[in-house]
């Protein structure tokens, strides 16, 4: 929860506001932990799940099923991100007073060549990716959650807290910003924030729930868990990289500061490699 809440509270902090560059370096180190969670973590759990022994050899060792599924789980995010824009576009049309204090974020966002600056697209941009971003982050957090809640190897389990701890925060951070970004209203910034929050604690208590029933090398379990981790590898791959460093880094506030720009990618590859090498215990 306090990596979600960070950025919301930083709103009262200048020095934090989205048009600063300290907003951009902790968002860009977000980034980079959420990239490596996709590619370090979630995926290799997907190909241990749908490669495993446990399973018939026809048809789940004879076709790379997790990146089949990882590919399309982003494809189809990208239809998601685009027919969400096109909606938002035809109805749902921000006040003056939401175009007025996006103007006041000035934290241009937009993807790339497109260029649009208008205040109303960018805030339907920003809701989308939240939206979208927050939609990963839980699919993936309940299945490894439930895993961790049904386990009873004590040696396993706390190396796995302590890396599951440092992503959740940053992952919050990650999400918190483009909850900032995206300008909602109290109510809707505290629900997001709070499904978020309880994604870690519902897992692990349906885990536990679980835990006489539920056997992770059953073939059942591990094809499941397999296809929602590869599903959740896509959406994060993609939002990672479309959505939060390509559009950040193709902006106009880095394009026109090379200084920050390098800054950022040094900041986004401290992120990327902080998780990666959690991946050693986690």
């Not at 035809?90 to 204090?101: A, I, L, R, S, Y």
């Not at 981790?229 to 902006?251: C, E, I, K, P, T």
Request: proline fraction near 5%; hydrophobic fraction near 45%; aromatic fraction near 10%.
């Amino acid at each position: 929860m306090m990596g979600a809440l960070l950025p919301l509270l930083s709103r009262r902090v200048p020095a934090l506001q989205p048009d600063t560059k300290p907003f951009v370096l902790i968002k860009a180190f977000a980034s980079g932990v959420i990239l490596a969670t996709g590619y370090m973590h979630v995926l290799p759990d997907s190909f241990d799940c749908l490669t495993s022994k446990c399973l018939p050899e026809k048809p789940w060792s004879k076709f790379p099923f997790t990146t089949f599924i990882a590919m399309f789980s982003a494809v189809f995010t990208l239809m998601v991100d685009s027919y969400a824009m096109s909606w938002y576009k035809k109805c749902k049309t921000p006040d003056k007073n939401q175009d007025q204090e996006l103007k006041t974020l000035g934290h241009s966002h937009g993807h790339g060549s497109c260029g649009n600056d208008n205040p109303a697209s960018q805030l339907r941009r920003y809701r989308v990716v939240a939206q979208v971003l927050e939609l990963g982050i839980v699919v993936h957090s309940v299945v490894i959650r439930l895993s961790m809640g049904a386990s009873d190897n004590v040696c396993t389990i706390r190396p796995l807290v302590a890396a599951l701890c440092f992503h959740q925060f940053f992952e919050g951070i990650g999400l918190g910003g483009c909850i900032l970004q995206a300008d909602y209203e109290k109510k809707m910034k505290a629900i997001m924030v709070f499904f978020f929050s309880v994604t870690t604690p519902f897992g692990i208590a349906l885990g536990i729930c679980l835990s006489n029933v539920y056997r992770e090398n059953s073939p059942t379990a591990l094809v499941v868990v397999g296809i929602l981790n590869a599903v959740s590898a896509g959406l994060l791959n993609y939002m990672a990289l479309v959505d939060l460093l390509a559009s950040d880094f193709m902006a106009e506030k880095l394009q026109n500061d090379m200084k920050l720009q390098t800054i950022s990618y040094v900041a986004v590859v401290l992120g990327a490699g902080g998780m990666s090498v959690m991946a050693i215990w986690a």
